[in-house]
């Protein structure tokens, strides 16, 4: 409503209706669950098409075309352990074809922000990128919920409030002393490391 034009050219730029990439998406995943229950390998398989508006925030966050969106189509799988992420995107490279330059592996090199994740972008039949991300229960929830979900997850949804509060109290008492020595860059350094 907010911006008709931009939305009736994207809207003909994804030509395909959200039936149909739904559609496309499990006949994508439908494979690599199977492939992954003949391995023995126990995992969740969950699939989505972007909503048109996730797609133009991205484009306009990024600063990039429509063509250079990759992710229209995604997958995410939920594995028990690391060693199954990689068994799970051997599964995923042996189906379809990997996009080379398409591939991020954030769980031996995590983001600053204990971000973990395997990213890979394939051709799916009839030519359409699928991008898909690999991660275990426990980085789903740092994913999702940030590094306060993830004791939560460790202390299997028992931890209080003030459980919390007491395990990032060290932290939080050197955070006025840390930030009063003017360096943003220092600051952030200490924040991240004394988080981790």
């Given at each position: ?22 559609r ?6 439908r494979?690599v ?14 699939g989505?098409?972007k ?11 990024h ?37 080379h ?24 039949p ?19 919920l ?14 209080t ?36």
């Open positions: 409503h907010l911006e008709p034009e931009a939305y009736d050219e994207l809207r003909q730029k994804v030509s395909l209706k959200r039936e149909e990439r739904e496309l998406v499990q006949s994508v995943m494979p669950a199977a492939r992954l229950v003949e391995l023995g390998c126990e995992a969740d398989v969950i989505r098409p909503h048109l508006d996730s797609i133009y925030r991205k484009m306009r966050a600063g990039r075309p429509f063509e250079e969106i990759f992710d229209l189509l995604g997958v995410r799988v939920l594995t028990r352990d690391k060693a199954d992420c990689y068994r799970v995107l051997g599964v995923v490279h042996d189906l379809f074809t990997p996009v330059e398409r591939f991020k592996d954030y769980i031996a090199t995590p983001k600053s922000n204990m971000y973990q994740s395997l990213h890979t972008t394939v051709v799916a009839g030519g359409l990128l699928v991008e898909f991300q690999i991660r275990t229960l426990e980085m789903h929830q740092i994913a999702e940030g590094v306060a979900a993830h004791y939560r997850y460790k202390e299997g949804g028992r931890g409030d003030a459980e919390l509060e007491a395990k990032l109290a060290p932290v939080l008492r050197n955070v006025d002393l840390q930030s009063a020595s003017g360096d943003p860059d220092e600051f952030m350094e200490y924040l991240k490391t004394a988080l981790y």
